[in-house]
């Protein structure tokens, strides 16, 4: 019966629709000035709300399993809204999460390259500061290789040598001379127990290197020099090659360091070390000189044969 309001109602509200636009359509009754859209609306109106009210009194009433089947219904709805609800938050709390921990990732790595880049900087500063005094060192120690003393021409002194040869020689620096207008050096040598003597004549040019320029010999001939051959730089670094002029030959010398030394019982602490190499005809000659300060040369030997060409400073008067 409930279906039959149901459609009245609904016929009623299409009437009353058609009546609202063509009065005259729906009211078949009475004269055309009676059938306006007041009408329609009272009688049709009218006849909708009466086909309502009987359709919601002839709807049947709910059975307890159909109340059951909408309970469940509406909390499976529930159910399903609250679990696409805890699903929506979990997911945001996971973003979140996410999020946060890329956010977390920034920073730590953020934080770490800057405390990498101070760490690489505080290593620097240290590496610096430690290269600084080292460097400063270096550059003092490479300024103070200086070699005045360690051929001491200008000093008066007098020593015995021997050679490898067991020969034996008397040295004598004799200071500063005047040589035919020219102020020298000179070094005297002779064997022990001969008169012959030969004078090597040295000078300091303005590097402090110490040069032959002459010699005299036996019979007081003097001998000059072209070029004066140098005898040892003023300056040398450790380690590193120079090169100087000998004749027409180039010689090559090297500051080795400083070692100790101990000849006929006695030690030469401290003794500069000095290796020179010279090409003469296709034959490499090298030596190696010990110099001790203020005193000059206390060993010096060939490489080629160190047994028989050692000369050794034994003794000295100064």
Known sequence: MSIVFFLLALLTIIALIIGLIRPKTIILWGTNEKK?????????????????????????????EEKAAMAM???????????????KAKKEAEDKDKKDAVEKAKVEEKTKKESDAKVKADEKAMKDADAKPKAEADAKAEADTGTKGYYPVEKILEMTTTDGKGGNWIKKNLGKKTI???????????????????TSLYIYNENNDVQLVGKINSKEEVKWEKEPK???LGKMVPNKEYTVKDDIFEKKMVLKGFESVE???????????????????KSIIKTKAYYYKDLGIVKYEFAQDSSSTQEYYTDSKD
């Open 230 to 232: 140098v005898i040892l």
């Open 180 to 198: 035919e207008g020219k102020d020298v050096f000179a070094i005297s040598s002779k064997p022990k127990n001969s008169s012959d003597v030969t």
């Open 263 to 281: 000849l006929s019982g006695r030690k030469f602490e401290n003794c500069m070390v000095v290796e020179t190499s010279q090409t003469i005809n």
């Open 73 to 87: 219904e509406r909390e499976v709805v529930q159910t399903k809204k609250e679990t696409e609800n805890k699903e």
């Open 36 to 64: 306006t859209r007041k009408r329609v609306l009272l009688y049709y109106g009218l006849a909708v709300l009466v086909f309502f009210v009987a359709f919601v009194a002839t709807v049947p009433a709910l059975s307890p």
